[in-house]
């Protein structure tokens, strides 16, 4: 549980707990999901990650960006929903400025770096240890304990943290907003390597995010559930995740900018 797990806070009200490594069966090992999910592979989470325990919000976004681009803004509690409508540009953008701004931060004794997480990262964390649809286990009955999604989102996003957290301590992965990955999307894991790193393809145009969002139904927010867009995309259901890296971990981190500036 997040209990014994090392964390630490950031100045904008986030946490940040580690990811341990180890591996997992990433994917569908039942073959009763898409095939996009499939083949199931083992994959090794060599170094160790501060995975988000939320979403970044609007507020944390309106902090180091000075705008916010997100649709839902009404509500006195505005700045705790999560942010949405950032492309995958805009994300690597807010992540150079976060960077730029905290660099040289010493968290637990280490320097780092902030970035997004790769999809295996995101399906360890969310998994936690489980194989079941989502780390709750698998009945849609529960979900609504832990996640806004169609069935009682009332058609918005939600103030973070109001659920329950999976087993290691993790808010709102189900529902809420998908939440981009590093990884370059492909239609199935066919030539993914089995590493913690992001799959990087030469020859697709669209980035993973993950998680579902307050408009998807229940059995698209499962853990080992994948969805894709244009890096340009600003879309109300799609916003970020953070992960801080260790600089004294081999798993690289890009400089995001040189991604380019966002695109309008």
Same mark, same amino acid.
């Given at each position: 549980?997040?209990?014994?797990?090392?964390?630490?806070?950031?100045?904008?009200?986030?946490?940040?707990?580690?990811? !341990?490594?180890?591996?997992?069966?990433?994917?569908?090992?039942?073959?009763?999901?898409?095939?996009?999910?499939?083949? =199931?592979? !083992?994959?090794?989470?060599?170094?160790?990650?501060?995975?988000?325990?939320?979403?970044?919000?609007?507020?944390?976004?309106?902090?180091?960006?000075?705008?916010?681009?997100?649709?839902?803004?009404?509500?006195?509690?505005?700045?705790?929903?999560?942010?949405?409508?950032?492309?995958?540009?805009?994300?690597?953008?807010?992540?150079?400025?976060?960077? !730029?701004?905290?660099?040289?931060?010493?968290?637990?004794?280490?320097?780092?770096?902030?970035?997004?997480?790769?999809?295996?990262?995101?399906?360890?964390?969310?998994?936690?240890?489980?194989?079941?649809?989502?780390?709750?286990?698998?009945?849609?009955?529960?979900?609504?304990?832990?996640?806004? *999604?169609?069935?009682?989102?009332? %058609?918005?996003?939600?103030?973070?943290?109001?659920?329950? %957290?999976?087993?290691?301590?993790?808010?709102?992965?189900?529902? &809420?907003?998908?939440?981009?990955?590093?990884?370059?999307?492909?239609?199935?894991?066919?030539? *993914?390597?089995?590493?913690?790193?992001?799959?990087?393809?030469?020859?697709?145009?669209?980035?993973?995010?993950?998680?579902?969002?307050?408009?998807?139904?229940?059995?698209?927010?499962?853990?080992?559930?994948? =969805?894709?867009? &244009?890096?340009?995309?600003?879309?109300?259901?799609?916003?970020?995740?953070?992960?801080?890296?260790? #600089?004294?971990?081999?798993?690289?981190? !890009?400089?995001?900018?040189? #991604?380019?500036?966002?695109?309008?």
């Amino acid at each position: 549980m997040s209990s014994t797990r090392p964390s630490f806070d950031d100045t904008y009200g986030g946490r940040y707990i580690l990811v !341990e490594p180890g591996e997992f069966i990433m994917g569908d090992a039942l073959k009763r999901g898409p095939k996009t999910e499939r083949p =199931a592979h !083992e994959v090794t989470i060599s170094e160790p990650i501060f995975f988000g325990e939320r979403p970044v919000t609007q507020a944390h976004w309106t902090a180091i960006m000075n705008n916010n681009p997100s649709k839902f803004q009404e509500g006195w509690a505005a700045g705790l929903r999560p942010i949405e409508s950032v492309s995958w540009h805009d994300a690597h953008l807010f992540i150079a400025h976060l960077n !730029e701004l905290e660099h040289g931060t010493v968290r637990l004794g280490f320097t780092g770096a902030w970035r997004l997480p790769t999809e295996a990262e995101w399906e360890f964390a969310a998994r936690a240890g489980t194989d079941s649809r989502w780390s709750f286990g698998d009945r849609d009955a529960e979900l609504n304990d832990y996640g806004w *999604h169609a069935g009682n989102s009332g %058609a918005t996003t939600r103030e973070v943290g109001q659920k329950k %957290a999976n087993l290691w301590g993790y808010l709102d992965l189900y529902g &809420l907003c998908g939440e981009w990955c590093e990884d370059d999307y492909v239609a199935d894991y066919s030539t *993914h390597k089995g590493t913690q790193n992001a799959f990087i393809s030469d020859t697709s145009q669209r980035k993973v995010h993950r998680g579902g969002s307050w408009f998807t139904e229940s059995d698209s927010t499962r853990s080992r559930a994948r =969805a894709s867009a &244009l890096p340009t995309h600003r879309g109300d259901g799609v916003g970020l995740r953070l992960v801080w890296a260790p #600089h004294n971990a081999n798993v690289p981190v !890009e400089t995001p900018l040189e #991604h380019g500036d966002p695109v309008s």
